[in-house]
């Protein structure tokens, strides 16, 4: 089974803090992603990666930054948290070739920030 | 990506099957069925995906349409853990599309 791992369940920041939110996935997937998820709002896609060292910004990049050093792990950044990123954060891997292409999610990170 | 409509909500009884529909009236002929479902406050999980052919595997059943213009998700015993909603996306399996967007889905509530 895919299992995407990430590094809190639950976050309260303070704003102006950075904030760093981990990704792990251990399917030797070489795509990741980083959505966040409000009501109303839907999955909107915030930056992705397709390989290690590369990133492409997806719909709504601004306020966020990523890493990507190793093939399995995936950091989302926020360089200086904003109440309106108050969230549900959600990580996903998968795989490149094109009959794979379904997307494997982590449990969430619920962040609040104050 | 083609748009789909879900009926936006549904109720089951366990141990029964649950047939969740999906139109996709201008899906193209390069464009797959995905299913995912995400369970309250966690995150979404895929279920199956398919091109032309039926599809089955552990979780479901996917049924499409000789047409593709509809499908048809089947879980075949429904469980209390069965609740949630239903997500069903079309999308072309390209390198450069990553995107997956979900609408609003299906709330499918399985009663005891």
């Known amino acids: 089974d895919v299992k995407v791992t990430q590094s809190s369940r639950y976050l309260v920041k303070r704003t102006g803090e950075k904030v760093f939110l981990e990704c792990v996935q251990d399917?030797?997937?070489?795509?990741m992603f980083w959505y966040r998820q409000d009501p109303g709002l839907g999955l909107r896609l915030i930056y992705f990666?397709?390989?290690?060292?590369?990133?492409e910004k997806g719909d709504i990049p601004e306020g966020y930054s990523v890493s990507r050093e190793k093939k399995e792990r995936f950091s989302l950044i926020l360089e200086s948290a904003s109440t309106n990123q108050t969230s549900m954060y959600l990580c996903a891997s998968s795989s490149n070739l094109p009959q794979n292409y379904e997307q494997y999610f982590g449990p969430g990170t619920r962040l609040t920030v104050t | 990506d083609a748009k789909t409509t879900q009926p936006p909500s549904m109720d089951c009884a366990e141990g029964r099957a649950a047939n969740l529909p999906c139109n996709h009236s201008t899906i193209s002929g390069n464009e797959y069925v995905y299913w995912y479902r995400q369970i309250h406050s966690q995150g979404p999980q895929y279920i199956i995906h398919g091109l032309k052919n039926n599809e089955t595997n552990e979780m479901a059943s996917l049924i499409i349409t000789e047409d593709r213009k509809s499908s048809t998700l089947i879980l075949p015993h429904a469980t209390l853990r069965d609740t949630a909603v239903y997500y069903c996306?079309?999308?072309?399996?390209?390198?450069?599309?990553?995107?997956?967007?979900f609408g609003a889905g299906t709330t499918v509530t399985v009663r005891a």
């Open positions: 990666s397709y390989d290690v060292k590369m990133k």
């Open positions: 399917m030797d997937h070489e795509n």
């Open positions: 996306i079309v999308r072309v399996a390209i390198t450069n599309d990553y995107k997956l967007s």
